[in-house]
């Protein structure tokens, strides 16, 4: 299993500026996933987290927008950068401790943009 | 790319009743199944997870079946209880990028 913790767990923020959430794993991991879950509605997949090389975007989310870095096995960040209302949902990151094996969540971030 | 429906989007079960969600995804390579449960504000978990070389696997109350041929896979709940009111997700993943994609989420309501 892994334990991740994620913060902040909330933030609401101005519209224009950016915030950048941290994910630290108790142990070291293979896979690295953000997600965004807007209210009510399913995970969407951001991208994928790669340790040492530029993340992995999904369709729709560009790097210029969320910047994600991964400096290592337990750490990623993920920034949401020029926030709009928009932009406004919980993010969460997730890990995988091989593949096509049972991912682990962080508690989220409650993002608000005003 | 890939995409899973899921069906219904509520469902509502008095309890003792049993539950049943279902998806379809479109990636034939998709290889592994989890599903999670997801209480209100707290982080989605693991309840069961099946792979393609399996048709059906079963944990206590809680029971999963899929169809490779025609790319359906299912939840099966017995003897509801309150407890298992939540929201629930299918997901399908394939070896290689490992990633996870979320089927749109069934809220599932247990009537004491």
Redesign the interface.
């Known amino acids: 299993s892994a334990v991740i913790s994620q913060k902040p767990s909330r933030d609401i923020c101005q519209r224009g500026t950016s915030l950048t959430i941290q994910c630290q794993v108790d142990s070291q991991v293979t896979?690295m996933?953000w997600y965004r879950q807007q209210p009510g509605?399913?995970?969407?997949?951001i991208a994928?987290a790669n340790q040492g090389s530029e993340a992995t975007y999904?369709?729709g989310f560009v790097i210029d927008k969320f910047p994600i870095s991964r400096p290592n096995l337990t750490f990623s960040t993920l920034t949401v950068s020029n926030m709009s209302p928009e932009d406004s949902s919980i993010y969460?990151c997730?890990v995988?401790t091989g593949?096509?094996t049972?991912?682990f969540?962080?508690?989220?971030t409650r993002l608000t943009v005003v | 790319g890939e995409n899973v429906e899921q069906h219904p989007s509520t469902l509502s079960v008095q309890e003792g009743d049993s539950a049943v969600i279902k998806c379809t995804y479109s990636d034939s390579a998709s290889n592994y199944f989890p599903w999670y449960k997801q209480e209100l504000g707290k982080r989605p978990q693991l309840i069961i997870d099946i792979r393609s070389n399996v048709g059906e696997k079963k944990d206590q109350r809680i029971a999963v079946t899929l169809n490779k041929t025609a790319k359906h896979f299912s939840l099966h709940i017995t003897e509801t209880q309150p407890e298992d009111s939540a929201v629930y997700f299918c997901a399908a993943s394939t070896s290689g990028t490992y990633k996870y994609i979320f089927g749109t989420g069934t809220r599932l309501k247990v009537l004491a």
């Open positions: 896979m996933f509605q399913s995970l969407t997949l994928t999904e369709s969460l997730s995988q593949g096509n049972e991912a969540f962080g508690q989220g």
